[in-house]
């Protein structure tokens, strides 16, 4: 199994960073930057173990048939992480389209 994300993902994580900091959810850069770290790595290495859910309609602008999984990171953020999951020559691919969290999208799931 394998879990890769979109470009547009992988940006808005990056982007996410100083954002983080900025904003005074991190007083430091760098750790923005593991929080950041932290949560893809979580993503990459435990998607396919995780209860996941049939995205709901709102979503399909992101993609079609997708489904999605919580990866809770403290108190008050719970991140959603929507994907496909294809087989390409045998091996499960788990393809991240997008991603929010409950501060932006709770209200649709």
């Known amino acids: 199994m394998k879990v890769v994300a979109i470009p547009e993902v992988v940006e808005y994580l990056e982007s996410l960073i100083p ?19 932290e949560l893809y790595n979580d993503i990459e290495n435990t998607l396919p173990d995780r209860l996941s859910k049939p995205a709901p ?38 393809l991240v389209r997008y991603i929010a969290n409950n501060h932006t999208v709770l209200q649709y799931l």
Not at 22 to 34: L, P, Q, S
């Open 57 to 94: 309609e709102y979503f399909d602008k992101y993609g079609t048939g997708m489904e999605y999984a919580s990866f809770k990171k403290n108190k008050r953020t719970t991140w959603y992480v929507f994907f496909e999951i294809y087989e390409i020559s045998g091996e499960i691919i788990y």
């Open 19 to 37: 954002i983080l900091h900025e904003k005074g959810y991190f007083g430091f850069r760098e750790t923005a930057k593991k929080y950041v770290d």
